[in-house]
T-cell receptor, first 115, second 113 residues
Framework: EAGVVQSPRYKIIEKKQPVAFWCNPI?????LYWYRQNLGQGPELLIR????????DSQLPKDRFSAERLKGVDSTLKIQPAELGDSAVYLC?????????????FGEGSRLTVL | AQSVSQHNHHVILSEAASLELGCNYS??????LFWYVQYPGQHLQLLLK??????LVKGIKGFEAEFIKSKFSFNLRKPSVQWSDTAEYFC???????????FGAGTRLFVKA
């Protein structure tokens, strides 16, 4: 079974530039998460989707971050414009069921460096 | 607000030593508890989980964790570590009402061969 796929694995940009990350969850997983992991810290939730609906985006900095999951499958997270403090690993995760508190399956992450 | 605290940020052990990593959480409601592990160069993956029932749960690779409700704790243990256990370990808590998973800051374990 294929796992959660993320791209790109690494991205280096200058501040004020835009960047986008893509995630394809495990087939059949209805819930998709985007997390941000800063150096030396645990993952912090940015947004959670149930199918195509964003059910928890309370931690997403909406002035510069946006996300979409148009057909309830793959998802894109965008930052525009990027700031120095956005340097982090952006993790995508999926889980099988909706409305459950079960296991998360993570991708390998996209490491962003903003210069 | 819900939070997860891991007591040690870095742990160094010799092979065959016993391991215990502390995890405490703050949330008054019903929770599901997890330990995730990230081996060098790999993605985060589940080590073990507790939903209900026996508070002593066993996971992969000889790890176990004990849920002590009165202490809001879910400590991870292994009687004898191996060099291959070198990794970063994250405790995570999901409140079963809002389905929000909160992670601790992680503990980096280095096992000396």
């Amino acid at each position: 079974e294929a796992g959660v796929v993320q791209s790109p694995r690494y991205k280096i940009i200058e501040k004020k530039q835009p960047v986008a990350f893509w995630c394809n969850p495990i087939s059949g997983h209805n819930t998709l998460y985007w997390y941000r992991q800063n150096l030396g810290q645990g993952p912090e939730l940015l947004i959670r989707y149930e199918n195509e609906e964003a059910v928890d985006d309370s931690q997403l900095p909406k002035d510069r971050f946006s996300a979409e999951r148009l057909k309830g499958v793959d998802s894109t997270l965008k930052i525009q414009p990027a700031e120095l403090g956005d340097s982090a690993v952006y993790l995508c995760a999926s889980s099988l069921e909706i409305g459950q508190a079960g296991e998360l399956f993570f991708g390998e992450g996209s490491r962003l460096t903003v210069l | 607000a819900q939070s997860v605290s891991q007591h040690n940020h870095h742990v160094i052990l010799s092979e065959a030593a016993s391991l215990e990593l502390g995890c405490n959480y703050s949330y008054g409601g019903t929770v599901n508890l997890f330990w995730y592990v990230q081996y060098p160069g790999q993605h985060l993956q589940l080590l073990l989980k507790y939903f209900s029932g026996d508070p002593l749960v066993k996971g992969i690779k000889g790890f176990e964790a004990e849920f002590i409700k009165s202490k809001f704790s879910f400590n991870l243990r292994k009687p004898s570590v191996q060099w291959s256990d070198t990794a970063e370990y994250f405790c995570a808590v999901t409140n079963t009402g809002g389905f929000k998973t909160i992670f601790g800051a992680g503990t980096r374990l280095f096992v000396k061969a």
